[in-house]
């Protein structure tokens, strides 16, 4: 806009003066400001007629670690070339969408993809297909929006979990019997022959057609109960930035254990504390998994419930036979006497710890790697009176980390020695450690 009216400015003066002086030069001036101005504007106006654009994207939803894929289409109709066509896409995914700026011949099309890492959990949006053109000189500007925005999720990643098992669930048929059920349940373990009065439905139709007499399977009982996944989110407990944060591997240590269990067909329900407390309630099947996903991929480290009181405020959700899973960072011992209360109930109980002090240490080694590198960067000379008192803060922080992890400690030692007076089974995962090789219980 200031450009515009410093341009109409110089315009009138120009003109001004060609008609006051009857200078030949300044009308030539006038004639060529008229023809440029004139010429950028009907080429601006232009730029986006008789254009047609749109993009596609691969998927709406996908796990930490797949890869978005966007496809941009842009066509000229026209007998005119487009000379200047700038094209993005807003969103405010993780590095973005990245634009392109191009030209089109008369009559002609572009189609380019646009590979994009879905490098964090959450829910995103891309914004309307913006399309921008201009004149070579600047003065004019043309934009307009194509489509309409779509929301995209992003879930977080889930690890395999080979050694994980939940305790039975002290119920009959909660775990793998020797003997074959007549009860159709998911565990078909084998094939035998028809035998009058097998239900037609359980028929396997492929071992029918290898063996060329009719095979039907055989069940065992289900093995184990539901389970009720209680996730902490208090923000004094979490530790660690970005991936490797207690955050991260703590939604990820959910949505892997809720994955492994409605695999296995059980009953799943989740309970976050976070600013507010959410709930799932259990159940079980494939949109079981994508409630539970759409939720996980949403929380944060931003609650101030204790985790004693979100199970104690679960209890009541609980019921005989279930399991209760707790994932927490936290080494306040409040919240032992309340899960182990829950055996009482005919709960089996399983903790899920994460050592916040590796993640905290695993930070402060990232941030120490980075100012490294930085002062290497821009290396400068220092007096030394600054490199003395730069030593001395050194030592004191160096002092202050070795008191805070000596509690830490003492902290984890009383927490380990809590759960193993009430006999309650504890996996703890420290940073740098895949959970499928942590959780082995």
């Known amino acids: 806009m200031i450009r515009r009216l410093q341009l109409f400015v110089i315009g009138g003066v120009v003109l001004v003066a060609a008609f006051s002086t009857a200078l030949p030069f300044l009308f030539y001036l006038v004639y060529l400001a008229i023809l440029v101005i004139g010429g950028s504007y009907i080429l601006t106006r232009l730029g986006l007629s008789d254009l047609e654009a749109g993009y596609a994207v691969s998927q709406l939803h996908g796990q930490v670690g797949d890869q978005l894929r966007v496809t941009y289409t842009l066509r000229n109709t026209s007998r005119w070339p487009k000379f200047w066509l700038e094209v993005h896409n807003p969103s405010n995914l993780p590095g973005g969408l990245h634009g392109r700026a191009l030209s089109l011949a008369p009559r002609s099309e572009r189609s380019w993809l646009v590979k994009v890492p879905l490098s964090r959990r959450g829910h995103f949006r891309i914004e309307p297909l913006q399309i921008r053109t201009g004149d070579p000189f600047g003065f004019f500007e043309a934009s307009a929006t194509v489509g309409q925005g779509i929301p995209l999720v992003v879930y977080p990643r889930i690890e395999r979990l080979p050694l994980w098992e939940l305790p039975p669930a002290g119920l009959e048929g909660s775990h793998a019997a020797a003997v074959r059920t007549l009860q159709t349940t998911p565990l078909a373990t084998t094939v035998r022959p028809w035998a009058p009065g097998d239900s037609f439905n359980r028929i396997h139709w492929k071992s029918t057609a290898r063996h060329g007499d009719i095979q039907v399977k055989e069940f065992d009982l289900e093995q184990t109960s539901d389970v009720w996944i209680f996730l902490d989110l208090d923000r004094r407990a979490h530790a660690g930035i970005g991936d490797e944060s207690s955050l991260e591997v703590a939604v990820r240590a959910a949505a892997s254990i809720a994955d492994r269990a409605l695999v296995e067909n ?84 399983v903790a899920v710890i994460l050592d916040a002090q590796s993640y905290a240490k695993h930070a402060l080694a990232s941030a120490r790697v980075s100012r490294v590198a930085a002062r290497a960067l821009a290396a400068s000379e220092s007096e030394a009176s600054a490199t003395s008192g730069a030593a001395f803060a050194s030592a004191a922080s160096a002092i202050s980390a070795g008191e805070s992890e000596a509690r830490t400690e003492q902290a984890q030692r009383a927490m380990r020695h809590a759960l193993a007076e009430y006999e309650l089974r504890a996996d703890w995962v420290a940073a740098g450690q895949s959970l499928g090789e942590a959780l082995v219980s």
């Open 266 to 349: 059980r009953a799943v329900g989740l309970t976050t504390s976070g600013h507010r407390m959410a709930v799932v309630p259990a159940d079980r099947g494939g949109r079981q998994h994508l409630k539970i996903m759409q939720l996980l991929a949403a929380v944060e480290a931003d609650g101030t419930t204790p985790l004693g009181e979100a199970l104690l405020a679960g209890m009541s959700r609980l019921r005989h036979g279930m399991t209760a899973v707790v994932i927490s960072p936290s080494l306040d011992r409040g919240w032992v006497r309340p899960l182990a209360a829950l055996r009482g109930m005919g709960v089996a109980c």
